[in-house]
């Protein structure tokens, strides 16, 4: 039990919509990440929030946008859907300036249609 | 850019057999590295970590030594389980961002 919850647990979706998935982190922790793992892939990092400011991305195009808010919750936003995005979305906590470990939650497994 | 090769999967092992899971990286700088596991279904979860050269991280049984000299940090457990199977992911992190991660190996007990 690593205190990170995210939802939906599932979510399927057709190609071209929206989709937001939330992530509620570790109480006190400033960092939260997104990660997105393709089946039988190690996953990748999409990107990083630190103080509610955009800090740090991966090789994703800007259809990927997300959000953290002070209350340590989180969403990962993604437009124009594409079959590729199919995948498990992952969240991770961090408290920065202290012992930086990243605590995973379960995913949110995004099937596109 | 820095990157994690792992062992290939899947590997499958009887009860009470000896585990190693080979993980080597690539990275400029000093990493810190991790071993995460994945059960069916679930996250990752933090089996163990090193932040150093010759630092050696354990949790339940598994063990793992960072080694700088050949950029390794491979994954030993003296005595498997059954519920030991999972997927594991080595992985490396470099400052304070993101955490770059093997492929996975998948392992299966039998018992």
């Known amino acids: 039990e690593t205190g990170v919850t995210q939802s939906p647990t599932h979510l399927i979706k057709t190609r071209g919509q929206q989709v937001t998935l939330r992530c509620s982190s570790q109480?006190?922790?400033?960092?939260v990440s997104w990660y997105q793992q393709a089946l039988g892939q190690g996953p990748q990092f999409i990107f990083q929030?630190?103080?509610?400011?955009?800090?740090g991305r991966g090789n994703f195009p800007p259809r990927f946008s997300g959000l953290q808010f002070p209350n340590y919750s989180s969403e990962l936003n993604v437009n124009a859907l594409e079959l590729d995005d199919s995948a498990l979305y992952l969240c991770?906590?961090?408290?920065?300036?202290?012992?930086?470990?990243?605590?995973f939650g379960p995913g949110t497994r995004l099937l596109v249609l | 850019g820095d990157s994690v090769t792992q062992m290939e999967g899947p590997v499958t092992l009887s009860e009470e057999a000896f585990l190693t899971i080979n993980c080597t990286y690539t990275?400029?700088?000093?990493?810190?590295l991790f071993w995460y596991v994945q059960y069916p279904g679930e996250g990752l979860q933090l089996l163990l970590k090193?932040?150093?050269?010759?630092d050696k991280g354990s949790n339940k049984g598994f063990e793992a030594t960072y080694r700088k000299e050949t950029t390794s940090f491979h994954l030993e457990k003296g005595s498997v389980q059954v519920s030991d199977s999972a997927v594991y992911f080595c992985?490396?992190?470099?400052?304070?961002?993101?955490?770059?991660f093997g492929q996975g190996t998948r392992l299966t007990i039998n018992p």
């Open positions: 991770a906590s961090t408290l920065r300036g202290g012992q930086e470990t990243q605590y």
């Open positions: 109480s006190g922790h400033n960092t």
């Open positions: 929030y630190y103080r509610e400011e955009e800090n």
């Open positions: 990275a400029t700088g000093y990493p810190s």
């Open positions: 090193a932040t150093k050269a010759d």
């Open positions: 992985a490396l992190r470099e400052g304070a961002q993101k955490l770059v």
